[in-house]
């Protein structure tokens, strides 16, 4: 029987992005999937301090990033980009993902900040 192995062609090259956000990851308990429908599963449960990966596996880039749409924002500690420490700051192209350590207890909204329409809970309980 002949078992075939991945096509190495389809795999991207490790950008320096990519190997700074593998070089700090500790690992992580949640997966959530972008793909061209959205976050798959929009709805993640973890425990404080717990880590989500957000994989990037569209078509186009991704951007996530907290909303208020759960009734208030994930904190801030001053040093992000934006309005939340929940931010990946930057858009995330194809294959490439993030991570994000939850440390405060809450439910917390994003959204994909390229297309608004697509959005997310994560729930740390």
Same mark, same amino acid.
């Given at each position: 029987?002949?078992?075939? #192995? *991945?096509?190495?062609?389809?795999?991207?090259?490790?950008? *320096?992005?990519?190997?700074?956000?593998? $070089?700090? #990851?500790?690992? +992580?308990? &949640?997966?959530? #999937?972008?793909? =061209?429908?959205?976050? $798959?599963?929009?709805? %993640?449960?973890?425990?404080?301090?717990?880590?989500?990966?957000?994989?990037?596996?569209?078509?186009? =880039?991704?951007?996530?990033?907290?909303?208020?749409?759960?009734?208030?924002?994930?904190?801030?500690?001053?040093?992000?980009?934006?309005?939340?420490? +929940?931010?990946?700051?930057? *858009?995330?192209?194809?294959?490439?993902?993030? $991570? +994000?350590? +939850?440390?405060? &207890?809450?439910?917390? #909204?994003?959204?994909?900040?390229?297309?608004?329409?697509?959005?997310? %809970?994560?729930?740390?309980?």
């Amino acid at each position: 029987m002949a078992t075939s #192995s *991945p096509d190495v062609t389809e795999i991207p090259p490790l950008t *320096p992005m990519m190997k700074a956000v593998l $070089e700090k #990851s500790k690992g +992580f308990q &949640a997966l959530v #999937s972008y793909t =061209d429908r959205g976050f $798959e599963p929009a709805d %993640v449960v973890v425990q404080k301090g717990e880590t989500v990966r957000f994989t990037n596996n569209s078509s186009g =880039d991704l951007w996530v990033a907290a909303t208020g749409a759960s009734g208030r924002v994930y904190p801030s500690t001053g040093n992000e980009c934006g309005q939340s420490a +929940f931010d990946s700051c930057i *858009p995330l192209r194809p294959q490439e993902f993030w $991570e +994000f350590t +939850f440390g405060v &207890a809450g439910t917390w #909204s994003y959204t994909d900040n390229l297309h608004k329409d697509r959005t997310g %809970v994560v729930r740390a309980q």
